[in-house]
């Protein structure tokens, strides 16, 4: 049985292991996998440069619980780098010095690969990244599995705009939920300016709050959170598919409380009917066998 715990961090002396992830960090880690493998099976014999792209790439490994032991597994980096076929080339991004050394180490181990590690604020990186490409002639795969609220919207608009580049995206559903205060009154703003910044808009305010029925005490007239979970994500949702010519319906990862952590989104930047269609069957597919 998976326990929702944190990773137990650089242990025994392990520099290359991730101190982040639970339960659901081995799922999110077998739908990459499981579509990485696909879509470069699915193109092998097409004449496009495949490239890997990781922002948040971390060092390569990570620590999860089970049934009360840790086990290490594989990182997506290191995953990535596994697939047959293989990549034609892999990006890494990474902000963090020791999981760039890491990232590094990784690199050596794989020298007989085209490897590129970025050190760097991955929305920066990313918008680099887009327009660095030709991508009449290059595919790609992209995962976003950032810290918090940190992918801003600029960067997915970026990153759709290439026509070419599928993306696994583990929105901070949690995060989204926490910073959106009960009471507008509690959001200040650096927290408010986060959530736009993701969202690409100011309009949630509108969609997440309403008028209170009552005054308060001073007679001042509040917003109350109104949107439910369900609510908030489906407003993601439709975010992400004004942008992404296709999205998948999002896997929601929990807590063991049944408290929603991450919403596991796919999206396909490719408008061609017949491309992105393939490659939301592989998406629906690998999300399916969990």
């Known amino acids: 049985m998976l326990e929702e715990t944190a990773c137990s961090g650089e242990m025994n002396g392990l520099k290359d292991r991730h101190s982040f992830g639970g339960a659901w960090t081995l799922l999110k880690l077998a739908v990459l996998e499981n579509y990485l493998s696909a879509f470069t099976v699915a193109l ?14 971390g060092t390569g490994r990570c620590d999860v619980k089970m049934a009360g032991s840790t086990t290490t597994v594989d990182g997506s980096a ?6 047959n076929p293989p990549f034609d080339h892999c990006c890494f991004m990474e902000l963090a010095p020791k999981k760039l050394a890491a990232l590094q180490s990784l690199a050596t181990e794989y020298s007989d690969r085209s490897i590129e590690i970025i050190h760097g604020d991955a929305n920066s990186a ?18 976003l599995d950032p810290y918090g609220l940190h992918v801003e919207w600029a960067t997915l608009q970026a990153i759709a705009d290439t026509k070419a580049i599928d993306v696994w995206y583990l929105f901070p559903y949690s995060g989204l939920y926490r910073q959106a205060a009960k ?34 005490i001073f007679g001042d007239e509040g917003e109350t959170r109104a ?3 369900s609510q908030m994500l489906k407003y993601v949702s439709e975010r992400l598919k004004g942008v992404f010519p296709a ?7 929990c807590q063991s409380t049944g408290a929603p952590l991450f919403a596991l989104y796919f999206a396909a930047s490719n408008p061609s009917p017949r491309a992105f269609g393939l490659a939301i069957k592989i998406a629906k597919g690998v999300i399916n066998a969990l």
């Open 227 to 229: 949107a439910s979970h």
């Open 78 to 83: 290191r995953i990535a780098l596994q697939v």
């Open 126 to 143: 990313l918008r680099d990244l887009c327009g660095k490409f030709d991508w009449r002639n290059t595919r790609a795969v992209l995962f």
């Open 44 to 57: 092998k014999n097409q004449n496009f440069r495949l490239v890997y792209v990781d922002a948040f790439a």
């Open 247 to 253: 999205v998948s319906e999002p896997k929601i990862f």
């Open 183 to 216: 009471k507008a009154e509690n959001i200040d703003p650096e927290k408010e300016a986060a959530i736009t910044r993701i969202l690409g808009t100011d309009d949630w305010r509108k969609k997440f709050y309403e008028p209170e029925k009552q005054l308060s």
